[in-house]
């Protein structure tokens, strides 16, 4: 019969093989090289240090250029009989500043995020840095003007924050070169309209009619060429509901006399021609949608949550260009006007909410002020979170005063 294996331990001068051992030394030793961590290249130590120095220099100088947030809300209604609406307080009646300012820094978290990216793609990272540590090729820039293709339109929340389009410096030739902007839409031609159906009992001719309302008040109110050189938006107050007699009362005294409380950029995108001129087109990426309104039947709520983008280059010439990123939320009341009061033809406006990204934090000057690289230095002291202007995936700030800090523009 033959002898079963032995069930007790090997003796221990049944050892393994010597060229074993060695192969399993050798094999051990170069997972150990492969996995252990490398010193970075010479040049991204460069790309480092200089960022850190970017960085550094931001700190010691002040925030600046950055994000103000404001909110014109309605006030609560008092019983009235059914028929009537109140119209929208341009602040809130208890006593605190319903538009709010927060002023954010661009360059400490742009030079962070950098730093990031130079691990993943040392030479696309070299090549944003202008006068350049990388190949001198420039990317798109030193190939002339890029034409990357447009994105589809936005129907629903995104996911999270754009990627940009390119790499590369604003100019004047190329104005939104390494912004998502460069992708977005251009105009009016960027606020689509939803299909109108009936919501909530109000018809879907009326809802039709007030999508169209809506999108030309934003057209008139962040887009028409004379109100953003400070003009009077005489097309958007034509366009709310004289019956909101407060309302428009406080938007053209905010637009006589702008106050800290009063300030017309909560509704009106206005700059300084004497301070910056606008460079190119506007860029616009948004979305409106239609839902019932609380309450009975026969009454609506169109929100319009868009993003505007506009380059600006110092007045008078000059090739230093940066950008302003406007965010705007429009909430309208739309109502069945068999039941209803209102005026055909006009809009009733609940809300305008919003943010203003690069500007200098300034309160009651009636116009957004884009800070420059060279502004900072003078700019307010940064405060409050670190926030993307362009993503849309987040809602607006909250209401908390100060000047925070924007990751870019």
Same mark, same amino acid.
Request: include cysteine.
């Given at each position: 019969?033959?002898?079963?294996?032995?069930?007790?331990?090997?003796?221990?001068?049944?050892?393994?093989?010597?060229?074993?051992?060695?192969?399993?030394?050798?094999?051990?030793?170069?997972?150990?090289?492969?996995?252990?961590?490398?010193?970075?290249?010479?040049?991204?130590?460069?790309?480092?240090?200089?960022?850190?120095?970017?960085?550094?220099?931001?700190?010691?100088?002040?925030?600046? $250029?950055?994000?103000? @947030?404001? #909110?014109?809300? !309605?006030?609560? /209604?008092? +019983? &009235?009989? =059914?028929?009537?609406?109140? %119209?929208?307080?341009?602040?809130?009646?208890?006593?605190?500043?319903?538009?709010?300012?927060?002023?954010?820094?661009?360059?400490?978290?742009?030079?962070?995020?950098?730093?990031?990216?130079?691990?993943?793609?040392?030479?696309?990272?070299?090549?944003?840095?202008?006068?350049?540590?990388?190949?001198?090729?420039?990317?798109?820039?030193?190939?002339?003007?890029?034409?990357?293709?447009?994105?589809?339109?936005?129907?629903?929340?995104?996911?999270?924050?754009?990627?940009?389009?390119?790499? $590369?410096?604003?100019? @004047?030739? #190329?104005?939104? !070169?390494?912004? /998502?902007? +460069? &992708?977005? =839409?251009?105009?009016?031609? %960027?606020?689509?309209?939803?299909?109108?159906?009936?919501?909530?009992?109000?018809?879907?001719?009326?809802?039709?009619?007030?999508?169209?309302?809506?999108?030309?008040?934003?057209?008139?109110?962040?887009?028409?060429?004379?109100?953003?050189?400070?003009?009077?938006?005489?097309?958007?107050?034509?366009?709310?509901?004289?019956?909101?007699?407060?309302?428009?009362?406080?938007?053209?005294?905010?637009?006589?006399?702008?106050?800290?409380?009063?300030?017309?950029?909560?509704?009106?995108?206005?700059?300084?021609?004497?301070?910056?001129?606008?460079?190119?087109?506007?860029?616009?990426?948004?979305?409106?949608?239609?839902?019932? %309104?609380?309450?009975?039947?026969?009454?609506?709520?169109?929100?319009?949550?868009?993003?505007?983008?506009?380059?600006?280059?110092?007045?008078?010439?000059?090739?230093?260009?940066?950008?302003?990123?406007?965010?705007?939320?429009?909430?309208?009341?739309?109502?069945?006007?068999?039941?209803?009061?209102?005026?055909?033809?006009?809009?009733?406006?609940?809300?305008?909410?919003?943010?203003?990204?690069?500007?200098?934090?300034?309160?009651?000057?009636?116009?957004?002020?884009?800070?420059?690289?060279?502004?900072?230095?003078?700019?307010?002291?940064?405060?409050?979170?670190?926030?993307?202007?362009?993503?849309?995936?987040?809602?607006?700030?909250?209401?908390?005063?100060?000047?925070?800090?924007?990751?870019?523009?």
């Amino acid at each position: 019969m033959a002898e079963q294996p032995s069930e007790e331990p090997r003796p221990e001068s049944s050892a393994l093989p010597d060229d074993v051992w060695e192969k399993f030394v050798q094999d051990s030793e170069r997972d150990i090289r492969t996995s252990a961590p490398k010193e970075p290249s010479a040049r991204a130590r460069m790309v480092t240090e200089r960022l850190r120095a970017m960085d550094e220099a931001q700190a010691r100088t002040g925030g600046g $250029g950055g994000r103000r @947030r404001g #909110r014109k809300k !309605a006030a609560a /209604p008092p +019983a &009235r009989p =059914e028929g009537w609406r109140t %119209g929208p307080a341009w602040q809130e009646r208890n006593g605190r500043a319903a538009r709010r300012r927060r002023g954010w820094s661009v360059v400490g978290v742009l030079a962070a995020a950098t730093l990031a990216v130079v691990a993943v793609n040392p030479s696309a990272a070299l090549s944003w840095l202008p006068g350049g540590l990388g190949d001198g090729s420039g990317g798109a820039d030193a190939a002339g003007p890029a034409s990357p293709a447009p994105l589809a339109p936005e129907t629903a929340r995104p996911s999270g924050a754009p990627s940009a389009a390119s790499a $590369g410096t604003p100019t @004047r030739e #190329r104005p939104f !070169a390494g912004s /998502p902007a +460069a &992708r977005w =839409e251009s105009g009016a031609d %960027g606020v689509r309209l939803p299909e109108a159906k009936a919501v909530n009992g109000v018809p879907a001719g009326r809802i039709e009619e007030a999508l169209r309302r809506t999108k030309e008040f934003l057209v008139a109110s962040n887009l028409d060429p004379g109100v953003l050189k400070g003009g009077e938006p005489k097309k958007a107050l034509a366009l709310v509901d004289p019956l909101a007699e407060e309302y428009l009362s406080d938007l053209r005294a905010a637009l006589r006399e702008p106050t800290e409380e009063n300030d017309p950029v909560w509704t009106f995108t206005r700059f300084d021609p004497e301070e910056v001129d606008l460079v190119g087109d506007v860029r616009v990426r948004g979305r409106m949608t239609v839902k019932p %309104g609380r309450g009975a039947a026969g009454k609506a709520v169109i929100k319009a949550d868009y993003t505007f983008v506009y380059a600006v280059a110092r007045a008078g010439g000059g090739d230093e260009v940066t950008r302003a990123v406007v965010r705007r939320v429009v909430e309208v009341d739309v109502a069945d006007l068999t039941r209803y009061q209102g005026t055909e033809g006009h809009l009733w406006i609940l809300a305008v909410d919003g943010e203003i990204s690069n500007d200098d934090c300034r309160d009651g000057d009636g116009v957004i002020r884009p800070q420059f690289p060279a502004d900072l230095r003078t700019g307010p002291e940064p405060t409050g979170e670190a926030r993307d202007p362009y993503d849309r995936s987040k809602q607006v700030a909250g209401a908390d005063e100060g000047c925070g800090v924007v990751t870019r523009t």
